[in-house]
């Protein structure tokens, strides 16, 4: 395989447009992409064209508008590029179906922004994400809005957070003498998977249906032998990411690295990154990829946060930075950072950012699947934190406390021996355990779950940033001392905002008490952390950066609590439909064989001893007892429910639902332990977790 001859071989990308269109049309669209400028209609018709043509060559019959739903996934429909000529027919793309399509937008989630009978939603072309070819499709990335002009998707928004930043960035460096065309936002998802069987998924009906499972013993053999973290691949595994890679690098994504994650059967990828909006389209391309390919070596990907009780989840880590088109990055520290007034000023802005605006950063991670990593007894907790290393600590602390800093100096490390090399080692070593951690030149933001649109937690991020960058900016301008003004409000800010920064173990029991001392939030559930988005201060950032309009950012705190309510509503049920249909059948079966052995027993000697058997008769049959009963009342509470009135049932779920639900696991796998497996309905654990070979 020639990887530089395939990687990107399915896209549209700057090589080919460049090959393909006129001189002017290609500057014209390459002027847009790179600097931002209103993109010149006049245009569309020929590089609809030169698509077309390019799209055909790889076997492309249709076109499809590629866009992000609220939803959350990805969203297409596809139309043939035939046009009738006689009793023949021609293939054609024309601008204005490149520009615009028109999809019925009644049956997407809106959030009470959109009444149905207004259903019109037009996809426009965004030209700063590349088209490409995937199984005899031509993708065309767009955005979604409505008739009214409201946006009805993730990459709208993403895009306008993304200008917001350009702007207010680019007035900050100006003050510092430096000008750009423009600065994008950049973005690296490290994505955490599983791979199980295909077969054993098959039998799960909470797999098939949660893509979590709802109940399963442990198993005796989890993760703590620490061995699977960067083991060696299975043959099976290996074939699989090899395949993977080869796809994901023909869509041009740029894949990196590969290797065992903490539990057994989780994986991870992490591609080099790139500017967010294309690093959120590649991202999802490459959940789609990851499940396909999985499929044609009979396994299957699982994204869900918490497939497994009792061992790691999946989680996205999201590197965020910022650059200019000359590729400076406005998070380096430079070789000393204590001298660097521009990035201390920034830094303080994303420090005063993180602090004023946890509440919504922390909604915009929230899900069902992932409130089963944040605040439950895996970390990183609900609470959002600061990690900034020893190196940027210490200065933040000098600055802080007035004292002076010492610098720290990059070290060498050796193992001792003289045959091995001496490497520079960083001048910090890593936390895992924060959630918003500095690390070298970007900070990486992990409470993400892994399935999530990477777009929710950018969206804010963008927006948070650039309010603060714009108040800094609006400080500044005019002021004699630059250096001086920059480093008053650096000082200001991080003295304000020092409560959110927290450089020490994040998983201990000492900082959620810490942090409640702090005033920071906690939300665990996504109940209890997305209100506050209805808060005024939460929306008018949004509206200030031109972002959200007032009504939008409503409609999709709306449409997240709904998605919430939907989801556990369908846990719940798959529950009640798995216990009262397999597993209470499953288990009377094997109390009555058990009954009649014993009466066999008896029969043939009323002394032969039979204590075993009454046991587990015993057991088994209470534990029956009590999840009939449960049964119940997961049904009644289900059923007083009223799934239009968010707020109240989203609270239902997670402090009425969830608590019946976890009761009645609890007995389930206590039950699993103890009946036979021939009896036992659904792979176990064991099954599930160690069938790939
Ligand atoms: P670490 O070892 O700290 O996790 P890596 O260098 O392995 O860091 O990078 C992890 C991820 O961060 C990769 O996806 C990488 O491309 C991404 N990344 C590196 N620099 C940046 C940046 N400036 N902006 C956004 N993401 C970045
Ligand atoms: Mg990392």
Not at 186 to 193: D, F, I, N, S
Request: charged share 25%; hydrophobic share 40%.
């Amino acid at each position: 395989m020639n990887v530089p001859q395939m990687f990107g071989e399915n896209v549209f990308n700057d090589a080919v447009q460049k090959e393909t269109l006129p001189k002017e049309v290609y500057k014209a669209l390459r002027a847009t992409i790179e600097s931002g400028k209103q993109l010149d209609v006049s245009i569309a018709g020929t590089v609809a064209a030169a698509m077309k043509d390019w799209a055909v060559s790889k076997g492309a019959t249709h076109y499809t508008h590629w866009f992000q739903p609220l939803t959350g996934l990805t969203a297409e429909k596809h139309d043939s590029f035939i046009e009738p000529e006689g009793d023949k027919v021609i293939m054609r793309l024309t601008g204005k179906s490149l520009i615009v399509g028109e999809p019925d937008a009644s049956s997407f989630p809106s959030g009470g922004s959109r009444a149905t009978f207004m259903a019109r939603g037009y996809t426009a072309w965004d030209p700063t994400s590349p088209a490409f070819v995937k199984e005899g499709t031509l993708y065309i990335p767009t955005v979604f809005v409505s008739y009214t002009g409201e946006t009805l998707d993730k990459k709208s928004p993403l895009l306008r957070s993304m200008n917001a930043i350009d702007k207010q960035a680019k007035r900050i460096l100006s003050l510092f003498g430096i000008t750009c065309k423009k600065v994008s936002t950049t973005v690296g998802p490290e994505q955490e998977y599983f791979l199980i069987s295909e077969e054993m998924y098959e039998k799960r009906k909470d797999l098939r249906l949660c893509g979590r499972t709802l109940i399963g013993a442990p198993v005796s053999r989890g993760q703590e032998l620490e061995d699977h973290y960067f083991g060696v691949l299975k043959p099976k595994i290996a074939e699989f990411m090899a395949d993977l890679d080869k796809e994901l690098w023909s869509y041009g994504i740029p894949s990196k690295t590969k290797h065992n994650e903490v539990a057994p059967a989780q994986h991870e990828m992490a591609p080099v990154f790139s500017t967010t909006n294309t690093a959120v389209d590649m991202n999802m391309l490459t959940m789609e990829i990851m499940r396909k390919v999985a499929k044609k070596h009979g396994l299957i990907c699982l994204l869900h946060e918490k497939p497994f009780e009792g061992i790691n989840g999946s989680g996205k880590h999201n590197n965020w930075s910022m650059s200019t088109d000359a590729g400076f990055n406005l998070l380096d520290p430079g070789a000393s950072p204590e001298h660097n007034t521009l990035f201390k000023l920034i830094l303080a802005a994303v420090v005063k950012a993180v602090d004023d605006y946890q509440g919504i950063l922390r909604a915009s991670v929230a899900s069902a699947g992932n409130d089963h990593r944040l605040g439950a007894n895996e970390a990183p907790p609900a609470i959002i934190s600061i990690y900034l290393g020893d190196q940027l600590g210490a200065l933040v602390d000098s600055i802080v406390k007035g004292e002076d800093y010492v610098p720290r100096k990059a070290l060498e490390g050796s193992i001792g021996v003289p045959e091995s090399p001496i490497f520079p080692k960083d001048a910090t070593d890593r936390n895992r355990t924060s959630p918003f951690a500095f690390t070298g030149n970007k900070f990486e933001f992990r409470m993400l779950g892994s399935q999530a649109n990477v777009s929710d937690p950018n969206i804010v991020l963008n927006t948070i940033v650039a309010d603060a960058f714009e108040q800094f900016a609006d400080e500044l301008d005019g002021a004699k001392d630059i250096e001086a003004a920059a480093n008053a409000i650096t000082e200001r800010e991080l003295k304000a905002h020092y409560r959110i920064i927290f450089n020490l173990d994040g998983y201990g029991p000492e900082w959620e008490p810490e942090a409640m001392r702090r005033g920071l939030l906690n939300n665990k559930t996504t109940a209890d952390a997305v209100p506050v988005c209805f808060e005024d201060k939460n929306i008018q950032v949004f509206v200030k950066q031109g972002v959200y309009t007032k009504a939008e950012a409503v409609a999709r705190a709306n449409i997240q609590l709904e998605n919430y309510t939907k989801i556990i509503n369908i846990e719940a049920l798959t529950l009640l439909e798995m216990v009262k249909q397999d597993i209470i059948p499953a288990v009377s079966d094997y109390v009555a064989d058990l009954c009649t052995n014993v009466a066999a027993k008896q029969a043939v000697n009323d002394s032969i001893p039979c204590n075993t058997e009454r046991d587990i008769i015993m057991k088994l049959s209470e534990g029956n007892d009590k999840l009939s009963s449960l049964v119940v009342k997961l049904e009644d509470e289900l059923g007083a429910i009223v799934m239009d009135e968010v707020i109240p049932a989203s609270q239902a779920m997670a402090h009425g639902v969830i608590p019946i639900m976890e009761e009645m696991r609890e007995i389930v796998d206590g039950m699993e332990k103890i009946t036979s497996s021939e009896y036992w309905p659904y792979p176990t654990y064991f099954d599930l977790l160690y069938s790939v070979k």
